[in-house]
């Protein structure tokens, strides 16, 4: 069974950092580009970012401006996500998942959010103001 299991979130000041990480387990994890979604409060998932197997070429929504950052250890089966600068609107529940494809850009038909099919538990990171 494939599975996701996130760490690292909770509450942080406006402006402060935050490392979030994702544990695989149940496939080939260096084959699969792996990701990092949010859903705001009362709001639809949104892409935050993905990495590649290679962990040399990702994808960041440049809404974002670039203060979320993926990474990635195909040796440990963890994906991270770095983040900084963050804002009361970065507040909401974080989501690693799989990409069912081994590379993807961001016009890439797998990077579609609706075509996502495994995601883990979540966690929550709250940013106050």
């Known amino acids: 069974e494939e599975q996701l299991v996130e760490s690292g979130g909770g509450l942080v000041q406006s402006g402060g950092s935050l490392r979030l990480s994702c544990v695989a387990s149940?496939?080939?994890?260096?084959?699969?580009?792996m990701g990092w979604v949010r859903q705001p409060p009362g709001k639809g998932l949104e892409w935050v970012s993905f990495i590649n197997p290679n962990g040399y070429s990702s994808y960041n929504p440049d809404s974002l401006q670039g203060r979320f950052t993926s990474a990635r250890d195909n040796a440990k089966k963890t994906l991270y996500l770095e983040s900084n600068s963050l804002k009361s609107e970065d507040t909401g529940t974080y989501y690693c998942?799989?990409?069912?494809?081994?590379?993807?850009?961001?016009?890439?038909?797998?990077?579609?959010?609706?075509?996502?099919?495994?995601r883990g538990p979540g966690t929550q990171v709250t940013v106050s103001s």
């Open positions: 998942v799989k990409l069912d494809c081994p590379f993807a850009s961001s016009s890439t038909p797998c990077a579609q959010i609706e075509r996502l099919k495994v």
């Open positions: 149940g496939f080939d994890f260096s084959k699969y580009v």
